[in-house]
């Protein structure tokens, strides 16, 4: 189940924002110099007309992840879909279901067309799970984005709404 952030997400968020090992390997953003009053603020301007950042929850309400719509475009009506969620989480079908919410959310409430993603293309775990929740593939930049001193390639993803 998905839900708007509250202030009270705010020390889970940081447990996946610090886990250096996590991150490193699929954000370019340094979440690890998180803190709560910077994860405060992210909460309190994560609903906008560009952004609908959503908390992933489980049936007690305790956070779970974030999947969020970025990039809003009513001109293209199209957006950029992302979605992390805690180790705790993985493996309970918890992203899945908030993936097709989101989804239903920007189809049907936002109106949009297109949602899209990039990934680094070495993530094959993402990469099938995307591809699983309806992505399709559409190619690869190559040497994209410079991580670590090192060039990765991204792979990009997308879903048109009447193809859902």
Same mark, same amino acid.
């Given at each position: 189940m998905i839900r708007r952030l509250e202030r009270k997400d705010a020390e889970f968020m940081l447990e996946w924002m610090h886990d250096k090992q996590d991150i490193r390997r699929a954000f370019r953003s340094p979440f690890e110099k998180s803190t709560v009053e910077s994860v405060t603020a992210f909460i309190d301007n994560s609903f906008t007309d560009a952004n609908r950042h959503f908390a992933i929850v489980n049936d007690a309400d305790e956070y779970l992840g974030t999947v969020s719509l970025k990039n809003i475009s009513q001109e293209d009506r199209s957006a950029e879909y992302a979605i992390v969620v805690r180790k705790s989480a993985r493996g309970t079908g918890a992203a899945k279901l908030a993936t097709e919410e989101v989804l239903d959310y920007a189809f049907h409430m936002l109106g949009l067309h297109r949602v899209y993603l990039n990934v680094l293309a070495k993530n094959e %775990?993402?990469? %099938?799970?995307?591809?699983?929740?309806g992505f399709e593939y559409e190619g690869t930049s190559k040497d994209a984005i410079l991580l670590d001193g090192r060039y990765e390639s991204l792979a990009w993803y997308g879903l048109i709404r009447d193809k859902k």
């Open positions: %775990h993402a990469r %099938h799970f995307y591809t699983k929740c």
